[in-house]
């Protein structure tokens, strides 16, 4: 055989195996060398729920992440946003398992009374009317059986109190839990 022949068939072979082994090397970059990308999901499902278009102040969603497989829990006031919320983690690349936990509140028409009480009590108070702006406020009212949760955040320690003072002045209401985190960040400066 030709020396030059020899010369380029082998440095063709070199060429060839080099982007083999570069191309290899993406791809299990890409794949996290089989480990999932558990931030990337965790900020997918999160934006994945707030797009949910039921989802709402009187509703409550969490998740927890473990390599592919959420965990959904909280409380809904709709059924159909407990499927819409599975389904929509369902679709997100690298989820291979979700595991519902969400549970619908039993219909009722006395907690319905007290979730509008409650908006209009929390809300409606000048300290705490900007936790409602938003598509999406940030002080939810979770109501069952005559019990209120306030779930979210709120910026100061004042806040929190203030609005569970509020929940507790509606009357027909049972008991007040306060769930609320305080994030320590000024709202509106």
Not at 111 to 118: K, T
Not at 161 to 185: C, H, N, R, W, Y
Request: charge should be negative.
């Amino acid at each position: 055989m030709n020396p030059k022949k020899t010369f380029l068939c082998s440095c063709l072979v070199v060429i060839l195996f080099s982007t083999l082994l570069v191309a290899q090397k993406r791809n299990s970059q890409k794949l996290g060398s089989g480990i999932p990308d558990t931030e990337r999901i965790a900020r997918e499902v999160r934006h994945q729920l707030l797009l949910l278009p039921y989802y709402n102040l009187f509703d409550w969603l969490q998740f927890r992440v473990d390599g592919n497989r959420v965990t959904l829990e909280g409380e809904v006031t709709r059924p159909s946003l407990k499927s819409d919320a599975e389904n929509a983690v369902k679709g997100i690349e690298g989820v291979e398992s979700v595991q519902d936990n969400i549970e619908v509140l039993p219909p009722s028409p006395d907690d319905d009374r007290i979730r509008l009480a409650e908006y209009h009590a929390i809300y409606g108070f000048d300290g705490l009317y900007r936790y409602g702006l938003g598509p999406v406020p940030s002080i939810h009212i979770i109501v069952k059986n005559g019990h209120v949760t306030l779930r979210g955040v709120v910026d100061s320690e004042a806040d929190k109190k203030m609005a569970e003072i509020q929940a507790k002045s509606v009357p027909g209401v049972f008991s007040v839990q306060d769930d609320l985190t305080v994030t320590g960040s000024p709202a509106g400066k």
